[in-house]
């Protein structure tokens, strides 16, 4: 009887669900004496492992969650854009279902732009409610960009579709907002629910500046995302302002 080709091995234990029944099928194929085939059951191991190890990381990073689970809709709150030269600050909101687990969920800085883009996608379609509060370059100017984080908090949690029972906070505590809230020191790293609002903020703000880029070309801002980068202070040396620079923000540049 001809064997299973390495390519049918594959198909058959990934497809497999029931842990039982893949742990009998890692024994009988490890008895197959081919090299390829004792290759493709170490790697498909080492995928394993590191997924198991991912989904350990999430459930760490739901213990506020765990901890607050007495109230019922959980909402992580936080902002992205506070330090640019340039463009709005922008805040996100995410409440998500009690047993939602996203995998490779995390603090937006420390996701590439796909990850972030991917992530986004799944935190809109799995979350109960969701919300965005952008805060333009003009009322950063007027009331300081602290006033500004907090307004923009502010109106993403007036954004949801129902009132939540508990901030999950990434380190602040927001001004005039009559919910209980639990700020959380590097919150995106630690909270499921935060680093899901610290996704919806940074990618609706990335977006944001890569359309102002198409208005404003010398700036790169479809690189720098408004950034202090040496090329975006040059521009500014170089041609000024554009409509969207946080004036108070550039003072020493101009």
Request: with cysteine.
């Amino acid at each position: 009887m001809n064997k299973k080709s390495v390519k049918e091995i594959e198909a058959e234990i990934l497809s497999c669900r029931d842990g039982m029944a893949r742990n009998a099928l890692f024994e009988e194929y490890t008895a197959d004496g081919r090299k390829s085939v004792q290759n493709l059951l170490a790697k498909i191991r080492r995928a394993d492992e590191k997924l198991e190890a991912e989904r350990r990381r999430v459930e760490e990073m739901c213990s506020y969650e765990k901890e607050y689970s007495e109230y019922e809709f959980i909402c992580g709150i936080d902002e992205a854009g506070r330090g640019p030269l340039a463009g709005p600050v922008v805040a996100g909101a995410a409440i998500l279902p009690k047993d939602c687990r996203i995998l490779y969920i995390n603090d937006s800085k420390k996701l590439s732009a796909k990850k972030r883009d991917e992530l986004f996608d799944e935190i809109q379609e799995r979350a109960l409610a969701y919300g965005v509060g952008v805060i333009g370059h003009d009322r950063i100017d007027e009331i300081n960009i602290l006033q500004a984080t907090y307004e923009a908090m502010r109106a993403a949690i007036a954004s949801l579709k129902f009132r939540p029972d508990i901030l999950l906070n990434d380190a602040v505590r927001i001004p005039d907002i009559d919910i209980f809230q639990v700020p959380i020191i590097k919150g995106d790293a630690k909270s499921q629910s935060i680093a899901a609002a610290s996704i919806l903020a940074k990618v609706t703000r990335d977006r944001l500046m890569e359309a102002y880029a198409a208005v404003y070309p010398e700036y790169g801002f479809e690189r720098n995302k408004g950034y202090g980068s040496a090329e975006h202070i040059a521009a500014i040396k170089k041609y000024g302002p554009c409509p969207i620079h946080r004036m108070s923000f550039i003072k020493s540049f101009i």
